[in-house]
């Protein structure tokens, strides 16, 4: 039976000489492997560069309850991205991005909310022009409200500390090493209270960012189960300086 879906494109593997088993979040399936024949053939109706890391799709795909992997009958790019692959912070941020998303996405069932922020998400980073090098602290923090475990809003302005195992703020030390102290503990509460909408009036210093960043995927892989190491962000920093 046809379906249509929108979709995110999480990873491509080549399959035989001519073919790709591409693994898509969609909107209607959650994640699926489908195997699409041909794509490195001249006239290809879909080629290999269609199904780069977080491409946007929409696409009409047979589905079938419980398969390994299933099959595409129409997909297109839409919306198409014009500038994410030909700017390199955008594609740098989009590499990182993936490689977690990869990591942390690992279920089949359909969650329309996480779908729609990363797509909306997407979108956003296609026409943000300023404020990119805080894109990937923001969408990490806001990636862990739809994973089940979003920081514990500080109300407390005491609060000195973040516990990285509770995910809460707490005013005194945790008794064990996996926590934030100040001045980063302020830092991390201030992402908090910013959108992409606003993020350029952001300001964290570059120290500071690669330290939060680190501290997020420590954040991430005690939270996910095989999370492992993620290193995308290193090529990421070097190109944000």
Known sequence: MLHKTRGIVFKTTNYGESSVIVQVYTE????????INGVKKPRAKISRNMLQPLFLLDMVVYHKPGGNIQRVAELKNEPLLQHIPYDVVKTSIVMFLNEVLYKAVKHQAT????FGFIFHAMELLEHQQEGLTNFHLLFLLKLTRYMGFYPEVNQNINADFFDLK?????RYKPDHTLYLSPPH???????LQYSFEDMAQLKIGNDERRYLINK????????????????SHEILEEVLG
């Open 216 to 231: 997020l995927l420590e954040y991430y892989a005690l939270h996910i189960e095989n999370f492992g190491d993620v290193h």
């Open 166 to 170: 509770e995910g809460v703020f707490k």
């Open 185 to 191: 503990t302020q830092s991390f509460n201030l992402l």
């Open 111 to 114: 969650d329309e909310h996480l």
């Open 28 to 35: 209607k399936f959650g994640l699926q492997s489908y195997i």
